[in-house]
């Protein structure tokens, strides 16, 4: 398995509460993307890097900010969280972009 | 806005068939073509990537195919076992840039013994 750990692996908070959540990897590999996971969405792509320093967003990054500021951390801030980011987020790693993509546990985040 | 939808939503067969599972997507200028399997309550786990230049893979008891310019794949497991009962995810990159996948629903399956 690829070494992919997420923190914390369950979290409740409540409306309008900052949340972070860490993806960590120890495979030196460049590319990092968050996901969220929805009944009836299916997984959608929320923000990725392609290096230190270099994000970009996907499809719906609205509410969310990241941070990638060492190769094996990436950050998914929630500045002040809502209901509807309650969801399972899943961090993913590459090591090019044409690569297999391996995802991490995941995170089950509940706001209340 | 590349969509991805697979089918049919879910699937229960007695152990021992053969089987296959759909997926279809609306833009044919992908990158490559990744299929997951999903257990209840855990991360995805990868089975096969296929690239764009590539028509098919295999591994095991699984074979994925790609015909792009018709937007279509399947996944094929030979001798289904109990053990294969998950959630099988499709998923796409599109162009060439470093930005994620697209997924489908997923179809969920279920081996009887």
């Known amino acids: 398995d690829a070494g992919i750990t997420q923190s914390p692996r369950h979290k409740v908070t409540e409306t309008g509460t900052p949340v972070t959540l860490r993806c960590h990897q120890t495979?030196?590999?460049?590319?990092m993307y968050w996901y969220r996971q929805d009944p009836g969405h299916g997984l959608r792509l929320i923000h990725y890097s392609y290096g230190v320093k270099d994000t970009d967003k996907g499809e719906v990054s609205d509410g969310y900010s990241v941070s990638r500021s060492k190769t094996e951390d990436f950050l998914l801030t929630l500045e002040s969280a809502t209901s509807s980011q309650t969801s399972v987020y899943f961090c993913?790693?590459?090591?090019?972009?044409?690569?297999?993509?391996?995802f991490g546990p995941g995170t089950r985040l509940t706001v209340l | 806005k590349q969509e991805v939808t697979q089918i049919p939503a879910a699937l229960s067969v007695p152990e021992g068939e053969n089987l296959v599972l759909n997926c279809s997507f609306t833009?044919?200028?992908?990158?490559?073509l990744q299929w997951f399997r999903q257990d209840p309550g855990k991360g995805l786990t990868s089975l096969l990537l296929i690239q764009s230049s590539q028509r098919e893979q295999t591994s095991g008891r699984l074979n994925a195919s790609l015909d792009k310019s018709s937007g279509r794949s399947t996944l094929y497991i030979a001798a289904s076992q109990p053990g294969d009962s998950a959630t099988y995810l499709c998923?796409?990159?599109?162009?060439?840039?470093?930005?994620?996948?697209?997924f489908g629903k997923g179809t969920h399956l279920i081996i009887q013994p």
């Open positions: 998923a796409v990159r599109s162009g060439g840039g470093a930005d994620g996948l697209t």
């Open positions: 993913a790693i590459s090591g090019t972009s044409g690569d297999t993509q391996y």
């Open positions: 833009d044919s200028a992908i990158y490559n």
């Open positions: 495979e030196n590999h460049r590319y």
